[in-house]
């Protein structure tokens, strides 16, 4: 085939334009991969966060229906577990004023004594398993002297703001819903 | 092979190419859009984690019945940004709400609630009255079509608003009054909007509970 000069800077042209072409459709394919990448971790957050408001919502409905205290925690930790898929959650009941004489639910390897530790030393995230990297988050319940409290256990490292956050919420409005149910009680 | 056929191929190649970015292209302006939303439904959830938090803590410090009003409605304008809001006192003898306070109404919507209306709602009456006796959340996504605000069209005028969520503060021990938030647009009241601000006026009830039990307690 003979082809002149001009034929084959045309022929370089228009292949140089087929492989700019195909190098950009590579990189918009790629991009728009990291782009539903990152749209689905986004999706995550904001499912993750309307199951936090959906747990505060029944939690803040739940408390003017349930009178006893005992009831109270239990609603709010199955809340947890089932709406927000965290297994992980406990009541440790302290010594002293325990509104209730046993733990409701378990976080596997940690001791009731440990624990009470950890709300005395009014630590609010401990490491307690370092060999598997297992974190715990401590947030006492009842304002003065901290006498009882829940626990989180992370296996994914330290609990985040937000966790955080959120449980210190759940914390706040069990303490004044509490509160309320014994003063109401004691009446 | 003449090389005109051989452009003509290229050509073609080149065509589904380009169409394939096109494509490309406005899927990623989809995604963008799609990762801004998400990105302020998000901020919204944080804000109103944040809120509901900040709320709940404030219990721990005793404060007078009018104070956790004011403070409330300075909060909601404050940290959520939603400009106009207003609260109601319920009169458990008088069984009828009264005008306490507002955020970001006109003045000539106040005037015409104390004109109009002598600053009181009756239990059962316009939209208020009935979210107090059923101790519910009313929603009126627009306002000139709800059967609640019949002949109350002239408010919306004066306050340039379209959509209203009225919530009942109530607890087991009392009925507090009504929370009312104002949209300026039509439909501004979705599902994620009501059950953040029944949990507010929930938590707010149980707050107030607080305070009066202490305040009897002594």
Known sequence: ?187 | MNIFWVISLFAIIAMVIGREIYLLSSKIRQAFQTRKTLNQSITQKYQQGRFLYHLCISAFIYQSYSDRVEQLLDEIEGALNWRIIAFWDFNETEQALFYRSQRGLSAKFVKSIHENFRDRVEIGSVAAGRAISTRQPLIINNWHKDPHLKGLDFLSEFGAVNSLGIFPVASRLKTYGNLHVFGETLNQFKLNEVQFFATVVNSFAAILDNDELARRSG
Not at chain 1, 32 to 49: A, G, S, V, W
């Open chain 1, 1 to 187: 085939m003979g082809l002149n000069n001009s034929e084959l800077l045309l022929a370089a042209l228009v292949v140089t334009v087929l492989l700019v072409l195909e190098i950009l459709r590579r990189k918009l394919g790629k991009w728009l991969e990291r782009i539903e990448e990152e749209t689905e971790c986004l999706k995550k957050t904001l499912q993750n966060r309307q199951r936090q408001q959906q747990v505060i919502y029944n939690l803040s409905t739940s408390i003017f229906l349930l009178s006893l205290p005992e009831e109270v925690i239990k609603s709010a930790i199955e809340e947890v577990r089932t709406m927000y898929f965290w297994k992980e959650i406990t009541y440790f009941p302290m010594p002293v004023g325990a509104l209730m004489d046993k733990s409701y639910g378990e976080i596997t390897g940690l001791e009731a004594t440990k624990a009470e530790d950890y709300f005395r030393a009014g630590l609010e995230q401990v490491n307690f398993d370092t060999e598997g990297g297992r974190w715990v988050g401590v947030f006492p319940v009842g304002r003065k002297g901290k006498l009882w409290g829940i626990l989180c256990a992370s296996n994914n490292g330290q609990l985040n703001t937000e966790q955080t956050l959120f449980f210190r919420t759940i914390a706040s409005i069990l303490t004044v819903a509490i509160e309320n149910n014994q003063v109401e009680s004691k009446r």
